[in-house]
T-cell receptor, first 115, second 114 residues
């Protein structure tokens, strides 16, 4: 269970704060993902990076800003969030993106609460 | 567009019994893959089983097996000899052959009762 790690595990922030979520994968994968998980809703894919380039951006508000400095690290920068942004944010990685359905490996998630 | 539907928000099963979780999907793709993922309480989501749509044979993985009905667009998961460690949220997902975007259902919360 240590293939994909996420920090922090829990985060409480006010609507005017700026914070960042961090994800690190130790699997040598080339693709990384951010998902939002809310109760009773399907996982929402937010961003996909392949070889450090963003390949998917699913109409996510600009208050969420991803960054992928290298293939092992992925960040999600948060600013001026809304209470409805409270959710579990999951990071995942896969061997590659495109041409095949690669298994995705998930991190434990960051439980975000916006007050 | 791809959609995945899990119509059973919550289920329970007695330990050692068998339970089946349902999943239906909609896609216009001919080549795709289907997955079941398990998310134990406060733990990471892990892959349970996967099925390639072009394979008619149902996938099995130890106590886990699927009933894949391509024409009906149905992909149910059967858990045999249920164990307490099977208590988790189970998510069904569809992946197109191009790209690696997963389309998840809303999940089924399974509780195994001792």
């Amino acid at each position: 269970e240590t293939g994909v790690t996420q920090t922090p595990r829990h985060l409480v922030m006010g609507m005017t704060n700026k914070k960042s979520l961090k994800c690190e994968q130790h699997l040598g994968h080339n693709a990384m993902y951010w998902y939002k998980q809310s109760a009773k809703k399907p996982l929402e894919l937010m961003f996909v990076y392949s070889l450090e380039e963003r390949v998917e951006n699913n109409s996510v508000p600009s208050r969420f800003s991803p960054e992928c400095p290298n293939s092992s690290h992925l960040f999600l920068h948060l600013h001026t969030l809304q209470p409805e942004d409270s959710a579990l944010y999951l990071c995942a990685s896969s061997q590659d993106w495109g041409g095949f359905a690669y298994e995705q490996y998930f991190g434990p998630g960051t439980r975000l609460t916006v007050t | 567009a791809q959609t995945v539907t899990q119509s059973q928000p919550e289920m329970s099963v007695q330990e050692a019994e068998t339970v089946t979780l349902s999943c239906t999907y909609d896609t216009s793709e001919n080549n795709y893959y289907l997955f079941w993922y398990k998310q134990p309480p406060s733990r990471q989501m892990i892959l349970v089983i996967r099925q390639e749509a072009y394979k008619q044979q149902n996938a099995t993985e130890n106590r886990f097996s699927v009933n894949f009905q391509k024409a009906a667009k149905s992909f149910s998961l059967k858990i045999s000899d249920s164990q307490l460690g099977d208590t988790a949220m189970y998510f069904c997902a569809l992946v197109k052959n191009t790209g690696n975007q997963f389309y998840f259902g809303t999940g089924t919360s399974l509780t195994v009762i001792p």
